[in-house]
């Protein structure tokens, strides 16, 4: 990552500013700084994160095919400092932005899904600050128009599963809505199933299904849940590394599934 991150901020010194890739440059060293980001937590490496992708937009032409992309890069990073720092006009941009991008984007655009799938991320971390029910829905029409346009055996068809599977969870926490409950599980199920084996993925995979599972069995009573349950968080644990930040997250999620057994 150390020398892809060189090698782009190179191409990007290279390129003249009225060259038509130069756009293209910037916006592929933005997505690797926020990918050092998210391995290090390092500021820095996301504030340019931020500052490229707008770049990129101010350097393309308004008809320039690849504006879309560059755009949903902005609104991913902005999502991501949101997280990171709480500010609340980090989110609003970041809405904002990935409106604009899936807006600029016609109907049968390669990359609508991948803009369904991020402007549905960032509504449903609004409803979570907020509580705006509207922002939710919102989210999983997308999520769902997102995993309907990917196609099978996509790799990024699981994650978009996996988010329109968070996002049915989510809403039935709020209205307690049965059927989210299940197609939600349906969702997490399907994610874990079309992610290769392997994948470093694949913990957080089974852990969004062992927790839609057990939310199941609390709300039905119904033991084959539980039991599923409690197999869907073994394997989120045992799939991850032992250094891993996320593992005693895991260790307390497998507690409360046996806890409650």
Do not use: M
């Not at 690797?32 to 500052?51: P, Y």
């Not at 690849?66 to 755009?71: F, N, T």
């Not at 329109?164 to 969870?169: C, D, K, P, Q, V």
């Amino acid at each position: 990552l150390e020398q892809g991150i060189s090698a782009h901020r190179r191409a990007v010194e290279l390129v003249p500013d009225d060259d038509p890739e130069k756009p293209s440059r910037v916006n592929n060293l933005a997505s690797s700084l926020l990918s050092r980001f998210k391995n290090t937590g390092e500021l820095v490496d996301l504030q340019e994160a931020i500052s490229y992708p707008h770049l990129a937009v101010v350097l393309a032409r308004d008809d320039d095919p690849g504006r879309p992309l560059w755009l949903n890069s902005l609104g991913n990073a902005f999502l991501a400092r949101f997280e990171r720092t709480g500010a609340l006009q980090d989110l609003e941009e970041a809405v904002s932005v990935h409106r604009r991008s899936i807006d600029l984007a016609p109907d049968g655009h390669p990359v609508k899904p991948a803009l369904s799938n991020d402007l549905g991320n960032s509504l449903r971390k609004r409803f979570e600050y907020t509580g705006v029910l509207d922002d939710l829905d919102q989210a999983i029409s997308l999520h769902r128009n997102a995993t309907e346009l990917t196609r099978d055996g996509n790799i990024d068809k699981p994650a978009r599963l996996g988010n329109l599977g968070a996002s049915l969870i989510r809403r039935f926490e709020y209205t307690g809505t049965l059927e989210d409950l299940k197609q939600g599980i349906i969702a997490h199920r399907c994610a874990v199933e079309c992610t290769p084996k392997g994948h470093p993925d694949t913990a957080s995979r089974f852990n969004g299904l062992g927790a839609s599972l057990l939310a199941h069995f609390r709300r039905t009573g119904e033991l084959a849940s539980l039991q599923q349950a409690i197999s869907a968080q073994r394997s989120a644990l045992e799939l991850l590394p032992d250094t891993h930040p996320e593992q005693p997250s895991r260790y307390d999620n497998l507690g409360n599934a046996l806890r409650t057994r």
